[in-house]
């Protein structure tokens, strides 16, 4: 049973920090991609990081410069690294897993394993 879980202090003042962490079990992790996306209510679901089975990177525009992806094979854990964050980085963020892109690393198509979500709200 594939599963993706999660996990990481949910709350935090503007300016800080949080560790989003992704542990996944039950199929073969270093086989796929990863992401971060984030969701909120009414809106759609937005890619924020990529990390390909080599370690390749790519950050949408909005995390660039302070968020960091990375990934523990070993682990098979995947982590989101948050600094100077503010209010509008409000969301549910959720793990995804996937082997083949769908026109690019943002479509939600591109991946089959999604995580439940966590909840980070950043307060100003």
């Known amino acids: 049973q594939v599963q993706l879980v999660e996990s990481g202090v949910g709350s935090v003042q503007a300016g800080g920090s949080l560790r989003l962490s992704c542990a996944a079990s039950?199929?073969?992790?270093?086989?796929?991609?990863m992401a971060w996306f984030r969701q909120l209510p009414g809106k759609e679901r937005e890619g924020v990081a990529y990390?390909?089975?080599?370690?390749?990177?790519t950050y949408a525009d909005s995390a660039k410069g302070r968020f960091t992806i990375s990934r523990d094979n070993a682990k098979n854990t995947l982590y989101l690294q948050m600094n100077s964050l503010k209010p509008e980085d409000t969301a549910k963020y959720y793990c995804a897993a996937g082997r083949y892109i769908v026109y690019n690393w943002t479509r939600s198509a591109s991946y089959q394993y999604w995580g439940q979500g966590t909840q980070v709200t950043v307060s100003s």
């Open positions: 990390i390909g089975k080599s370690g390749v990177t």
């Open positions: 039950g199929y073969t992790f270093t086989g796929y991609f």
